[in-house]
């Protein structure tokens, strides 16, 4: 069975506790359940790692070439600087999506920029926790 792989950013890991108006109340592990249903269903294994830690996710990124088939990336506010996530994408081989709950474009202009989708086959934003299974079901489709 192919894998995938879900990264989870800094401060992902409090989902659930606060700001539910912005991120709803739903927990990271309710929406890597989620993403790892709708993963099943498509003949896909999921595997996830959440980091507060850029480089813990740059490496998981390397590692992710050897052993899972695509990436699915909520990069929390490193999305919207961190160029070492973009360069470790961009020589992962398979196809990577990037999601985010809300919408960045509607926010700050500082959450406008995003350093990963340039090297993402595309954005899942805005969505909430629906997001977690269209982005699986967006990968699978790529992956054919
Ligand atoms: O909308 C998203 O999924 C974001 O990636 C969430 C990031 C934010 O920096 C991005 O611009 C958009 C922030 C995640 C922080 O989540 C928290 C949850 C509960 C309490 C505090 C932070």
Do not use: C
């Not at 994408?89 to 340039?118: C, D, K, M, Q, Y």
């Amino acid at each position: 069975m192919s894998s995938i792989l879900l990264l989870s950013g800094p401060n992902l890991n409090l989902l659930g506790s606060r700001e539910p108006d912005i991120y709803g109340t739903d927990t990271l592990t309710d929406h890597v359940e989620t993403a790892r249903t709708a993963a099943l269903a498509h003949g896909l294994e999921l595997d996830h790692l959440q980091s507060n830690h850029e480089g813990v996710l740059v490496d998981a990124i390397h590692a992710a070439r050897a052993d899972h088939a695509g990436i699915i990336i909520n990069p929390g506010a490193f999305t919207h600087y961190a160029w070492a996530i973009h360069d470790a994408l961009a020589a992962f081989e398979g196809p990577v999506i990037e999601l985010h709950l809300s919408n960045p474009n509607a926010r700050e202009p500082w959450r406008h920029t995003s350093v990963v989708a340039p090297v993402a086959a595309g954005s899942i934003v805005g969505f909430g926790g629906k997001g977690y299974r269209m982005a699986v079901d967006a990968l699978a489709e790529l992956l054919g």
